[in-house]
Structures are given as structure tokens and as C-alpha cells.
């Protein structure tokens, strides 16, 4: 069973700093790209960030790029996602997840976490 479980969500004021991680067990980590993706209140999915932790290719939505950063710990198969420099429009549900559609991210294909909360605002 694929299990994804994200955690580090919080509430930070703009121009703070969070740091997401995603715990993956029940596939082979290193084989496949990883993504995080959010969604914030009344608004459709939005891919941010993905990996391949195999090779370390990285791939960044342009609203995140420079701000957030994306990481792997492959001997934990555990995912990160820095994000620096937070704006209040980056307040979403942020959900890691695997085989889906960068440009068409849908919860009903593939595999995601439960999504842990971000709340930027001062």
C-alpha cells in the first residue's frame, strides 16, 4: 500500500519561512518523480514543485520558482519542500503526491497525502 504523509504546516506571517516534509513508504521510492501540490480555499489544484530522486531533476511552478525548494532524502524516502520568503497568496492546503499530471493534477489519479495546512498572514 502507498502511504504519503506530509507534515510541517503551520502559520507564519509573510516573508517567513516553513518547511514541508512527505514520508513515502509502499513503493519504490527513487523510481518515481514526486510532487507537491496545493490548493488554496475555492481554487483548483496547482502542481509547485516536483523531483525525480533518482537524478535530482527538479521542476518549479513560476509562482514558487526562487522562492521554494525542493529536496529529496532518499535514504529516509522522505521529500521536502522549503518555502522562503511566503506570501500571503501561498496560503493552501499542501499536498505531496505521486503519478499525476503536472499540468492536470487531479486527487482522483494517483497517489497523494493527506495535505497539511499553510496559513500565511499577519
Known amino acids: 500500500e502507498v502511504v504519503l504523509t506530509e507534515s510541517g504546516g503551520g502559520s507564519v506571517q509573510p516573508g517567513g519561512s516553513l518547511r514541508l516534509s512527505c514520508a513515502a513508504s509502499g513503493f519504490t521510492f527513487i523510481d518515481v518523480w514526486r510532487y507537491w501540490v496545493r490548493q488554496a480555499q475555492g481554487q483548483g489544484l496547482e502542481s509547485i514543485a516536483a523531483i525525480a530522486p533518482r537524478t535530482g531533476t527538479k521542476r518549479y511552478a513560476d509562482s514558487v520558482k526562487d522562492r521554494f525548494a525542493i529536496s529529496s532524502d532518499n535514504a529516509k524516502n522522505t521529500v521536502y519542500l522549503v518555502m522562503n520568503n511566503l506570501k500571503t497568496e501561498d496560503t493552501a492546503a499542501y499536498y505531496c503526491?505521486?503519478?499525476?499530471?503536472?499540468?492536470?493534477?487531479?486527487?482522483?489519479?494517483?497517489?497523494w497525502g493527506q495535505g497539511t495546512q499553510v496559513a500565511v498572514s499577519s
Open positions: 503526491a505521486r503519478e499525476i499530471d503536472w499540468a492536470s493534477p487531479q486527487r482522483d489519479f494517483g497517489d
